[in-house]
T-cell receptor, first 112, second 112 residues
Framework: EAQVTQNPRYLITVTGKKLTVTCSQN?????MSWYRQDPGLGLRQIYY???????DKGDVPEGYKVSRKEKRNFPLILESPSPNQTSLYFC???????????FGPGTRLLVL | SQELEQSPQSLIVQEGKNLTINCTSS?????LYWYKQKYGEGLIFLMM?????EEKSHEKITAKLDEKKQQSSLHITASQPSHAGIYLC????????????FGSGTKLNVKP
């Protein structure tokens, strides 16, 4: 089954404690993105990747890092989480830029 | 500010009624995408529009992109409870060339 998986699905952490949210897709897609969703703001792109070792900032990259060492995986790293990073995070992949993005189920993060 | 403005922000309709959601950009849209999100879940791709005047339908949902390619509408005919969720429009090249942007979303509730 074609899918994008994210882990963990729910996470409660404290300010400053480094965390990683994993994302994996099994469709051999080249393009992957991370988004955050906040009430009233819709989804905002954090980072995107066009291929292995090729990543670039989205609209709200501050406080986040990503890496793309393998085509299937695109982890999101919060090195020093802060409460304003409390949000619902989605990973997505697509075969070509932005057409038919496949979304993961989301990761709900609470930073205390 | 939002690169894509959606209206209305929320909508409650009686089952069987028709409804329209709008998505407006201040810039020309080169690709406009509609997604649906069930509350708290990942997004599901509905339709993509690229040409001015283009119209696409899937089951009871029809999306159009106007001739000037600055506004799109999503129309649901004879709404059902299964149509409930958040509808988001998305586009690339509306601000920074390589990034993807979503509107803030329209929450739809359908009363049985």
């Amino acid at each position: 089954e074609a899918q994008v998986t994210q882990n963990p699905r729910y996470l409660i952490t404290v300010t400053g404690k480094k965390l990683t949210v994993t994302c994996s897709q099994n469709m051999n897609h080249e393009y992957m993105s991370w988004y955050r969703q906040d009430p009233g703001l819709g989804l905002r792109q954090i980072y995107y990747s066009m291929n292995v070792e090729v990543t670039d900032k989205g609209d709200v990259p501050e406080g986040y890092k990503v890496s793309r060492k393998e085509k299937r995986n695109f982890p999101l790293i919060l090195e020093s989480p802060s409460p304003n990073q409390t949000s619902l995070y989605f990973c997505a992949s697509s075969p070509v830029p932005w057409e038919t993005q496949y979304f993961g189920p989301g990761t709900r993060l609470l930073v205390l | 500010s939002q690169e894509l403005e959606q209206s209305p922000q929320s909508l409650i309709v009686q089952e069987g009624k028709n409804l329209t959601i709008n998505c407006t950009s201040s810039k020309t849209l080169y690709g406009l995408y509609w997604y649906k999100q069930k509350y708290g879940e990942g997004l599901i791709f509905l339709m993509m529009l690229q040409k001015g005047g283009e119209e696409k339908s899937h089951e009871k949902i029809t999306a159009k992109l106007d001739e000037k390619k600055q506004q799109s509408s999503l129309h649901i005919t004879a709404s059902q409870p299964s149509h409930a969720g958040i509808y988001l429009c998305g586009a690339d090249k509306v601000k920074d060339f390589n990034k993807f942007y979503f509107g803030s979303g329209t929450k739809l509730n359908v009363k049985p």
